[in-house]
């Protein structure tokens, strides 16, 4: 069977985040139709995970989100607005550095999430990080209000099921941890 294909693109919108066009479509059948697309740089997530000395511990930060209006716990995560040739790990361990001052010794890649496929062309790869070393954090000037801690496993997971942590990347991510584990 064929697939959609675009016969014509235009862009609606355009800031240093993020390009918003509208594209018109031919569907399988002939006939026609207008999609519009959000399209975003590669992000990397990174599970900042401590196992040193029998600890499972887990870092997150926790930021307020303006579209939600609230507070939010999750991963580490990010982008390079006019970087997007970055390599991922590198990514990663810039994001990681940058939002928690946290370094790794090790940063495994575990799996790719698709953001929102039905709207947007944004993919991200997820890292699990060992060997943690503590030290400063370098925010950008949009993270300053960013914090961050450590948590449990069982208080990670207990913040999951009470919406305390909703990001639905930090939760698709942590799947693929677990999926990792087995």
């Known amino acids: 069977m064929d697939s959609i294909r675009a016969v014509g693109s235009r862009e ?3 800031n240093n985040w993020l390009t918003i066009r509208e594209d018109d479509i031919r569907r399988p059948d002939g006939s026609s139709g207008i999609y519009a ?13 401590d196992g040193r000395n029998g600890a499972d511990r887990f870092h997150l930060v926790e930021q307020f989100r303006y ?3 609230l507070r939010r ?24 550095r940058e939002e928690t001052g946290l370094i790794a010794e090790s940063m495994t890649e575990i799996g790719l999430l ?3 496929p039905g709207m947007s062309s944004q993919r ?10 503590e030290g400063p954090h370098d925010r950008e000037h949009e993270e300053q209000d960013m914090r961050s801690a450590w948590f449990t496993r069982a208080q990670v997971e207990k ?16 799947t693929l941890m677990v999926l990792s584990e087995r």
Not at 37 to 49: H, W
Not at 159 to 174: E, H, I, K, L, P
């Open 159 to 174: 913040m999951m099921r009470d919406g305390v942590m909703t990001d639905a990347q930090s939760m698709a991510a942590w």
């Open 67 to 69: 579209p939600l209006g």
């Open 12 to 14: 609606v919108y355009r």
């Open 37 to 49: 697309v959000v399209d975003k740089p590669a992000y990397a997530l990174v599970i900042p995970r």
């Open 124 to 133: 991200g790869r997820v890292f699990l990080a060992t060997g943690i070393t």
């Open 114 to 116: 698709d953001v929102a």
């Open 73 to 96: 716990w999750e991963f580490p995560q990010g982008t390079a607005p006019g970087r997007a040739a970055i390599d991922p790990a590198e990514l990663a361990a810039r994001e990681l």
